[in-house]
């Protein structure tokens, strides 16, 4: 018998799905909940094999940042996420939080059942888009390390003032902000900021920083 439970906002899809459940020989719905802390209360009291769990509840992804907490009360628990919308972004999130499945409340009820299964078999059985969506995220993942290896490697080549006008240009301070900053002629700056582009093999710095932006560069740096 697999032990599932609800947590959904939502009291009359709760009820739609606790009336789908009974209708299974081998699933017993063990408890529903309808906010966060209901849900945590929830896993910390009742074993429960699956949980389908609404992303959007208190806030839009309200589910998605409970994942961790939940686990940690129950490590063998299996969720499932639950969603009225499709978001590459929060499916990304989700698995990587620890989701067993994405589902759509839209899906049929079939597919909520067989997903239901595998996570409780632990078989990986992700759908087509699923999965395409989860090797796209990897594969940018390990777009934006090579990246940042790359710049970081030609940060090091910078001298200490070419690394300080980079770092103000990069949180917005213009050429000029920059000179007076450093009690220099906005000139300098400029030639600095030659040898930067050089260095980088860059055709400008607007090209730059928004590189450099695209992964956060200085954020974890400056950290």
């Known amino acids: 018998m697999i032990h599932v439970a609800l947590c959904d906002d939502m009291k009359e899809f709760c009820d739609s799905y606790r009336d789908l459940l009974k209708t299974y020989d081998d699933i017993e719905l063990v408890g529903i909940a309808n906010d966060s802390e209901g849900c945590k209360r929830l896993v910390e009291n009742v074993q429960i094999d699956v949980l389908l769990l609404d992303i959007c509840m208190e806030k839009k992804t309200s589910g ?7 686990k940690e009360l129950q490590p063998e628990m299996k969720i499932i996420m639950l969603t009225g919308y499709f ?30 299964r595998n996570a409780y078999e ?15 995220k990897t594969k940018q993942m390990n777009e934006s390390h090579k990246s940042i290896l790359f710049m970081v490697n030609n940060l090091i080549k910078l001298s ?27 000139v300098t700056v400029r030639t600095l900021v030659s040898r930067i582009l050089h260095k980088f093999e860059c055709k400008s710095m607007e090209e730059l920083l928004k590189q450099m932006h695209d992964v956060n560069l200085f954020e974890l740096l400056d950290k």
């Not at 300080?164 to 906005?186: P, R, S």
């Open 160 to 186: 200490s003032g070419e690394f300080d006008v980079l770092h103000d240009a990069y949180y917005g301070l213009t050429y000029k902000e920059i000179a007076n900053k450093k009690f220099v002629e906005e």
């Open 64 to 70: 998605i940042n409970i994942i961790a907490d939940l």
């Open 122 to 136: 632990n078989k990986q059985h992700l759908r087509p888009d699923i999965s395409k969506i989860l090797v796209e």
């Open 87 to 116: 978001s590459e972004d929060l499916v990304f999130t989700a698995f990587s939080n620890g989701a067993s499945d994405y589902i759509e409340k839209s899906l049929n009820f079939e597919e909520v059942v067989l997903s239901i």
